[in-house]
């Protein structure tokens, strides 16, 4: 059975660095065609995906926030850590991680899902 | 960048009835990288359809997906009091690499 679990502060302020940390279990992140996932939803709105890093360690990140994320995985504890640096208000959101499967058929559907950590930006 | 637009924005029916929501792209993508979620409040997405046609794990067979090129559907053939929720599409694509979600569209009870 494939977990996931967020954790992090809940609490940043402006200009500070984000680091969240997504905890999983059930499958291993150097097996070949498997990913984890980065989400966020700002309260009341729609999802929108931070960054991917795959088995291979390849790393995709979403264009207009390239520059404020990076990702890590250690494979020996089964974590992957995201980093948002430059932390504003408008960052407030509910942050998900999530099992992908690159591999065909399932082509990077996200087929398990953490139950989210919430993060407000506020001084 | 593809955007994905889906409609309506909210659909009021009740259960019994059949829901049609649909998702179009900006410009024609690969049906392999198209998926559906749903989302109940305060909870996780849940996957429900991944390569636009096929069920995912443990998905009752009411939900189905269907759709190419540019136009998607996500059809419930007979809607049971659990379905009422926010349902997303979402595509992968590459140039760039990245994941595009479409605004949801909300099923609510009538």
């Known amino acids: 059975q494939i977990t996931l679990k967020e954790s992090g502060p809940t609490l940043v302020k402006p200009t500070q660095t984000l680091t969240l940390t997504c905890t999983f279990s059930g499958f291993s992140l150097s097996t070949i065609g498997v990913g984890v996932g980065w989400i966020r939803q700002p309260p009341g709105k729609a999802l929108e995906w931070l960054a991917l890093i795959s088995w291979d360690d390849n790393k995709r990140y979403n264009p207009s926030l390239r520059t404020r994320l990076s990702l890590t995985k250690d494979t020996s504890k089964n974590q992957v850590v995201l980093t948002v640096t430059n932390m504003d208000p408008v960052d407030t959101a509910t942050y998900f991680c999530?099992?992908?499967?690159?591999?065909?058929?399932?082509?990077?559907?996200?087929?398990?899902w953490g139950q989210g950590t919430t993060v407000t930006v506020s001084s | 960048e593809i955007v994905l637009t889906q409609s309506p924005g909210t659909l009021s029916l009740s259960p019994g009835e059949r829901a049609t929501l649909s998702c179009r792209a900006s410009?024609?993508?690969?049906?392999?990288?198209l998926a559906w979620y749903q989302q109940k409040p305060g909870q996780a997405p849940r996957l429900l359809i991944f390569g636009a046609s096929s069920r995912a794990t443990g998905i009752p067979d009411r939900f189905s997906g269907s759709g190419s090129g540019t136009d998607f559907t996500l059809t419930i053939s007979r809607l049971e009091p659990e379905d009422f929720a926010v349902y997303y599409c979402?595509?992968?694509?590459?140039?760039?690499?990245?994941?595009?979600f479409g605004q949801g569209t909300k099923l609510e009870i009538k």
């Open positions: 999530a099992h992908i499967v690159i591999a065909a058929p399932v082509r990077y559907a996200m087929d398990v």
């Open positions: 979402q595509h992968y694509g590459n140039s760039p690499d990245m994941y595009t």
């Open positions: 410009q024609t993508v690969s049906s392999s990288y």
